[in-house]
């Protein structure tokens, strides 16, 4: 396993593999570090398709609020290191905020309408941040793949509304959510959680999954009666307060006033316990 940390060893080593591959697929597999299972799907997923699989580790100051856990973001690259190593990862790059951004950037793109809502709502200028680095690595790495996770639902509408718009050479590959046995979604903010906090966590995957239930016969059902079901179920969690928890149509982030149309809907949440905020989310498709 190659490490590079600049941007100059990354792109002579993907050309060197290129030059000597005739039929090469680069997978490109980003992240923030502190590596799970959830990154280890991704990196296996890239692995069976493609010949080069680089995985990049970049906590990005840039998508993470003024009052948000930038500084105390978990990092471990000793431990990252071996995950990647024993998931098949060719190339890790390790590039410092001042190789990313050696002055501040002056370009910054900004992904409309599915960012309006969720994490865009309650982050300002997260999704600026995302795309702008995402955009910047995939340039550096010129994949053919790139690999991302479903829990984060709106980052991937985010990011294949910029691949769409702006032409980028790139297939985005959609993962599914790993789990942990009780239905947690794997995080590696989980690793914030106190053991109250931890057992009161798997109401998230527990109120989706009664969404999921009641979605099963939808038939004078509501957006707004599924979101009140939902609401309720994670308030019976004593540490937990609702950042968001919403009904909107996927891929296109929006509301709706009737499950008439749509095709697939997207239950997506938020949910703080103590100064931890979990995310977790279940798109799900209207029975006809
Ligand atoms: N449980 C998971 N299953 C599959 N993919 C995941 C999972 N968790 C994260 N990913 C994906 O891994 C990629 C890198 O995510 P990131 O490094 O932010 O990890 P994270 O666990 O989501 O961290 P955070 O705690 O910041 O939410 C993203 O595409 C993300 O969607
Ligand atoms: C895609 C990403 C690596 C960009 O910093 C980040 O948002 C993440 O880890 O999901
Ligand atoms: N996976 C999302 C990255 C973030 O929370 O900033």
Redesign the pocket.
């Known amino acids: 396993m190659i490490i590079c940390r600049t941007i100059n060893e990354l792109r002579q080593a993907i050309r060197q593999h290129r030059s000597s591959h005739l039929d090469s697929k680069v997978g490109f597999v980003?992240?923030?570090?502190y590596l799970?299972r959830?990154?280890g799907?991704?990196l296996e997923r890239a692995r069976d398709n493609c010949s080069l699989v680089v995985l990049s580790i970049f906590v990005n100051p840039l998508q993470f609020g003024p009052n948000e856990d930038f500084e105390r973001y978990p990092r471990d690259e000793k431990r990252d290191l071996e995950v990647a190593q024993s998931a098949g990862t060719d190339i890790v790059f390790l590039p410092q905020v001042a190789e990313m951004y050696p002055t501040p950037t002056k370009t910054v793109i900004t992904v409309s309408g599915v960012t309006e809502r969720l994490c865009g709502a309650s982050r300002p200028g997260h999704f600026d941040g995302v795309a702008t680095v995402v955009s910047k690595l995939l340039n550096i790495v010129q994949p053919d793949f790139a690999y991302?996770?479903m829990?984060?639902a709106q980052?991937v509408a985010v990011i294949e509304q910029m691949v769409y718009d702006l032409n980028m050479p790139v297939t985005i590959v959609p993962?599914p959510?790993?789990r942990e046995e009780d239905g947690l979604?794997?995080?590696?903010?989980n690793v914030y959680l106190s053991d109250e906090e931890r057992r009161q966590a798997i109401v998230l995957s527990a109120a989706l999954a009664d969404a999921e239930a009641l979605m099963q016969d939808a038939a004078g059902l509501t957006p707004d009666r599924l979101q009140a079901v939902v609401v309720e179920r994670i308030q019976s969690a004593s540490l937990a307060h609702i950042d968001y928890a919403e009904v909107l149509s996927y891929p296109s982030l929006e509301p709706i006033d009737s499950f008439e149309g749509a095709d697939r809907i997207i239950v997506a949440l938020a949910v703080k316990f103590g100064k931890t905020r979990l995310i977790d989310n279940r798109i799900l498709h209207i029975p006809a």
């Open positions: 980003p992240t923030m570090g799970h959830g990154h799907s991704l991302f996770g829990k984060d980052q993962c959510t790993l979604a794997l995080s590696s903010r």
